[in-house]
C-alpha cells in the first residue's frame, strides 16, 4: 500500500506537471499569434479593388466626355451612371472601410472620399432623386446649374490637391495619380464656369 500510495502521488505531480505546461504552452502561443495578427492582419489589400473602381469609372465618363459614348445616350447615362454608382461608388467605398481595418488611414480618406464622390454624381443623375429638378430649363435655370456644378466639381478638385499634398512623400505614381486627378476636376470645374457649358447628365 505504502509503495502505490507512492506511485499515486507521483502519477497527480507529473499531470499537474503536464497541466501546468500546457497552460503555458497555451499562453505562449495566445500571445505569438495574438501578436503577428496584429502585425501582418489577415484582411486582403484592398487598395487594388479602390484603384480598378476609381480607374474604369473615371475612363468610361472620359470617354462620354470626349464624345466617344455618344451613340449610347440614355436620358439618365445608365451605362456611365450604373458604374458610378456600383462600381466607382459602393466598391470603391467598400475598400476605403477595409482599408480602415487595415490600419491604412490615408488609403481610407482617399477610396471613401472619392467612393462618396462617384456615388454623389451619380446620385445627381437619377430622376427619381429629383436633386436638380428645381433648377427648371429656363436659361437662368442652367446657369445657375452650372455654376453650382461648377463649385461641385472645384470643391472636389480642392480636396484632391490636399491629397496630392500629403501623397508627396509615398510614391512618384500616387502623387502623379492624385496631381492629374486635381487637374482633370480643375479643368471641368473651370470650363463650366468659364467656357460654353457641357452637358454632363445629358
Not at 5 to 11: M, Q
Not at 51 to 70: E, H, P, Q, Y
Not at 84 to 107: H, I, P, S, V
Not at 141 to 167: E, R
Request: proline residues 3%; charged residues 15%.
Amino acid at each position: 500500500m505504502p509503495r502505490y500510495e507512492e506511485l499515486s502521488k507521483a502519477i497527480r505531480e507529473e499531470e499537474r506537471e503536464i497541466r501546468n505546461l500546457r497552460w503555458e504552452f497555451f499562453e505562449k502561443e495566445e500571445r505569438i499569434y495574438g501578436y503577428l495578427s496584429k502585425q501582418y492582419p489577415t484582411t486582403a489589400n484592398p487598395a487594388p479593388l479602390g484603384l480598378c473602381g476609381f480607374a474604369l469609372t473615371t475612363f468610361v465618363l472620359s470617354m462620354m466626355n470626349a464624345g466617344g459614348l455618344r451613340s449610347i445616350h440614355s436620358p439618365s447615362n445608365g451605362v456611365v451612371m450604373g458604374l458610378a454608382l456600383f462600381y466607382g461608388g459602393l466598391c470603391q467605398l467598400l475598400a476605403g472601410m477595409w482599408e480602415f481595418k487595415t490600419g491604412n488611414t490615408f488609403g481610407a480618406l482617399a477610396f471613401s472620399s472619392y467612393g462618396g464622390f462617384w456615388m454623389s454624381f451619380a446620385a445627381l443623375s437619377i430622376n427619381a432623386f429629383g436633386f436638380l429638378s428645381g433648377y427648371g430649363s429656363t436659361h437662368e435655370g442652367q446657369v445657375a446649374l452650372h455654376n453650382d456644378l461648377g463649385i461641385y466639381l472645384l470643391a472636389w478638385g480642392m480636396f484632391s490637391l490636399w491629397m496630392t499634398i500629403a501623397a508627396h512623400r509615398t510614391t512618384v505614381a500616387l502623387f502623379t495619380l492624385f496631381f492629374l486627378v486635381f487637374l482633370t476636376f480643375l479643368i471641368l470645374g473651370w470650363k463650366l464656369f468659364f467656357l460654353r457649358p457641357i452637358d454632363i447628365f445629358q
